[in-house]
């Protein structure tokens, strides 16, 4: 088998729905919808290795932290670990007074049953129940007509009312889909909702949940949205339901669809945290509520250490989360072209000088530190990478600043050994190459042991100190203008070596009383060579003394 050249004879463009005026596109989301997590719903999870009841309370917890309010906890009716570990949560009163467990159901009486029994005793529930509705299914899966499977929700609705009244101790919220929404008749289901409406007699004080899943993502986001929006319009007693909605990601824009319907009038969300589920996956969670706050809108949802919370997630379902997942992978917040670090750099230069709090950095979306992450990671260094980048990454791991011509020097050393290495470029390996092109280790030919600094008669500065030379100490002395310049006249005079400073710079690194600084000096030999020098010591002119030797040392 190979691809058709002509898919039209096996595949049909879905339809259009004919929706006059649609008023979805020019809304805004101002608000966060409700939230229901499906990550513990057994089938949902699509697991190689199901959870067992460790990995599923750790996960509860999860979800209890993170702030969800509405979590499904299960489908009792499964198997003895759903259902136990249902009965687990309410036994031993695991379950926060403010959060709405729910379970699901398929319209069958023995099946409900079960599920009123996993949660007796709770101080509220939500019971789902579902019977698919589209043509597909009543033609291909189950041979029924429309009246047909519309008595199935009846029916199933019928049982729900009786077996709340048999557990009156815990106040009881219900949940119907017409599943496989997406892909059915509108009228159809709206039809089937209304019919479980009648039974179960919602108010706008207790309204139902009407869930309206795209079981399988058959079109663009903007059919879902229309499809979203004629169903509000047209339900009957739509003040007493809460429209809910559970998209998949089939063709990839799960997300996209669950915000254009938020658009279109829904109130709720059902999803998984970064998207697990079944075939491509449920709606991501964290992904649409991360997008809501790079809004400026409060999602409810709390994930300020992601790490933590990715860690759990791959921990009980066993499956990775991707490096480039929206908000969470591991390099979504990492640059390694030239071009993207500087605009990254000089961003986070800028967000420095602001005199406000609103985030404006290039290519960050979002604030890291926001979800718990540091800097470190956003620009990382390969042989893409440009000055920017190790420029970066020395101020990061070492606080040092490095002046811009001296970037561009070394650059050159790091891009050599990038190349000679072909991998990513770490901040030790960086350091390393640091400290050996400038010097920093230990023994050099030119070694501070001690000094101290005087002005002569004639208001110049003099140098005086003592200087390892190839491991035998020396006492040296030179005048000039300033420190800098007196020490490069000892080196001309005692050592003859001839130094042209041609550039200076120096800064602390770090806000503390006690924090070190760094000297650079820019020279130039007198073969017209260009070499830097690096000095770091607690004291700023001590610093600046080491910068030259370090220069010194070059020649």
């Not at 006249?489 to 600084?517: C, I, N, P």
Request: charged fraction near 25%; hydrophobic fraction near 40%; include cysteine.
């Amino acid at each position: 088998m190979t691809m058709l050249k002509d898919p039209s004879v096996k595949y049909r463009p879905f339809p259009q729905v004919q929706l006059r005026d649609r008023q979805w596109p020019s809304n805004v989301i101002s608000k966060a919808p409700r939230w229901l997590s499906t990550d513990l719903r057994d089938g949902n999870q699509a697991l190689i290795d199901p959870m067992g009841a460790e990995k599923k309370t750790r996960f509860f917890d999860l979800l209890v932290k993170v702030g969800l309010k509405e979590i499904e906890v299960g489908f009792p009716s499964a198997g003895a670990t759903e259902f136990d570990f249902i009965r687990g949560l309410v036994d031993t009163g695991r379950i926060p007074d403010d959060v709405l467990v729910q379970v699901l159901t398929q319209s069958r009486q023995d099946l409900i049953e079960r599920s009123f029994e996993s949660l007796a005793g709770a101080h509220a529930a939500i019971v789902h129940l579902y019977n698919a509705v589209s043509p597909l299914w009543r033609q291909v899966v189950f041979g029924m007509e429309q009246s047909e499977v519309r008595q199935i929700a009846v029916n199933g609705a019928k049982v729900l009312r009786d077996q709340a009244a048999k557990y009156p101790q815990t106040e009881w919220h219900f949940e119907y889909s017409p599943e496989t929404f997406s892909t059915a008749e509108l009228d159809f289901s709206i039809e089937c909702c209304q019919a479980v409406m009648e039974v179960l007699q919602p108010t706008p004080e207790r309204p139902i949940i009407l869930n309206l899943p795209a079981t399988v993502e058959a079109a663009t986001p903007n059919i879902y949205a229309d499809q979203i929006e004629y169903f509000c319009r047209n339900l009957p007693n739509r003040e007493s339901a809460v429209i809910s909605l559970h998209t998949h990601n089939d063709r990839g824009t799960g997300v996209a669809a669950a915000e254009l319907g938020l658009m279109a009038g829904a109130d709720r969300v059902e999803g998984c945290l970064f998207g697990n589920g079944e075939r491509t996956g449920n709606c991501c969670l964290v992904t649409i509520a991360l997008n809501m706050y790079t809004q400026g809108i409060d999602s409810k949802l709390d994930f300020s250490d992601i790490d933590e919370v990715i860690q759990t997630v791959e921990y009980c379902n066993q499956l990775k989360v991707p490096e480039r997942h929206p908000y969470g992978g591991e390099l979504v917040f990492t640059a390694f072209s030239g071009s993207h670090q500087d605009a990254i750099k000089k961003g986070f230069a800028a967000q420095e000088q602001r005199n406000d709090q609103l985030w404006a950095v290039p290519y960050l979306p979002i604030d890291p530190a926001d979800l718990g992450r540091n800097y470190e990671a956003v620009i990382r260094v390969n042989s893409q990478s440009g000055k920017g980048g190790f420029a970066w990454v020395i101020e990061q791991d070492q606080g040092l600043k490095l002046p811009k011509r001296m970037q561009a020097h070394f650059s050159k050393h790091v891009q050599n050994l990038a190349d000679e290495l072909g991998r990513e470029l770490y901040a030790n390996d960086i350091w390393e190459v640091f400290r050996k092109t400038y010097r920093l280790d230990e023994p050099q030919r030119f070694q501070l042991i001690d000094w101290d600094e005087g002005r002569a008669p004639d208001g110049s500065r003099v140098f005086a100190g003592k200087i390892g030379v190839d491991g035998q100490e020396q006492s040296v002395s030179g005048r000039g203008n300033g420190l800098i310049s007196s020490v490069v006249a000892t080196l001309a005079g005692t050592f003859g070596v001839e130094l042209e400073v041609r550039d200076y710079a120096e800064h602390s690194m770090g806000q503390s009383s006690d924090a070190r600084a760094a000297a650079y000096v820019e020279c130039i030999t007198a073969e017209g060579r260009t070499i830097w020098g690096v000095g770091i010591d607690e004291d700023v002119a001590t610093a600046s003394v080491r910068a030259v030797l370090s220069a010194a040392n070059a020649v």
